[in-house]
């Protein structure tokens, strides 16, 4: 796992969909521009559907890892 | 006609346009490509739990991935939106028994199958926590945080005697069939649920 700076974190694990975006959203809000946001989802849809997501609405998935059946995810917000 | 094979018509236009003077070079110029995200209007007819559901999850959804996103509540779709304490509605008594019949609000819907007295919603609520599915209220205060529009229909308001004080906090005014056909009309992508 690389050395990012995370400026916000949102724990969507259990989490079913849309809650795992929903939350995503609420949090990239609260972050400045270029700021990073991490999230961990549990949910297997979250995969393709923060890709989705990204594109939509501009914000970069900087990074998509896996480890067990948790998706961890990093946006940076545009 | 017959034409130069070098002939280039847009080329030749630019090379013209290059040599006018600025402001009329101006008006030349194409606008600027401005993308404007497609509007979302989901029509709320049912009042029924499971399709309540589906549209709070596509509004938070769309609201989340910056689609400007307007709920028009109508028919049946606007009991939902009645405030959960709110019991008895309306004025007159056929309107009163319309809303003893089918109780008012967003914890009070009802399955359109398999309703069974209360037993199913009862079972989907049980599951939706075990699988960590966020409940229909969950979902409504998240796609109005997130900006989701909540247009309700005069004309269901009035038919039902449903008075403003009655609806949820955060509800816009009321508007008409032709409000939301305008916003068809110019563009926005209707769901009809």
Redesign the interface.
């Known amino acids: 796992m690389s050395v990012l700076e995370i400026a916000a974190q949102v724990d969507a694990r ?6 795992p ?2 939350k ?3 949090a990239v809000k609260t972050v400045a521009s270029g700021e990073l946001v991490e999230v961990l989802a549990t ?1 297997p849809g979250s995969q393709r559907d923060f890709v989705a ?1 990204s594109r ?3 914000h970069e998935l900087v990074e998509q890892t896996t480890e067990g059946n948790v998706h961890r995810f990093v946006i940076r917000r545009k | 006609m017959t034409l130069a094979p070098s002939f280039d018509p847009i080329a030749e236009a630019i090379h013209d346009a290059e040599g006018i003077p600025e402001p009329f070079a101006e008006a030349f110029k194409a606008p600027d490509d401005e993308k404007k995200p497609r509007e979302l209007v989901i029509i709320c007819y049912s009042g029924d739990l499971e399709k309540t559901w589906a549209s709070l ?1 596509l509004a ?2 769309a ?5 400007p996103t307007k709920m028009f509540l109508t028919f049946w779709g606007l009991q939902t939106f009645v405030k959960d304490e709110v019991r008895i509605t309306g004025t007159n008594w056929m309107q009163k028994m319309l809303s003893m019949m089918q109780r008012p609000g967003i914890s009070h819907r009802k399955l359109s199958k398999m309703n069974f007295m209360g037993m199913g919603p009862w079972m989907m609520g049980t599951l939706a926590k075990q ?4 409940k229909p209220k969950e ?1 409504l205060e ?1 796609a109005m ?2 900006g989701v529009e909540l247009m309700p229909c005069q004309m269901t308001m009035d038919m039902f005697g449903l008075k403003r004080e009655d609806m949820i906090d955060g509800m816009g005014e009321p508007v008409g069939a032709a409000t939301v056909i305008e916003l068809l009309a110019n563009g926005a992508a209707p769901l009809f649920i």
């Open positions: 259990g989490l079913s969909c849309p809650m975006i929903v995503t959203a609420q949910d997501w939509s609405t501009g | 999850i938070s959804t609201a989340a991935s910056g689609v699988y960590g599915v966020a979902l998240a945080a997130l």
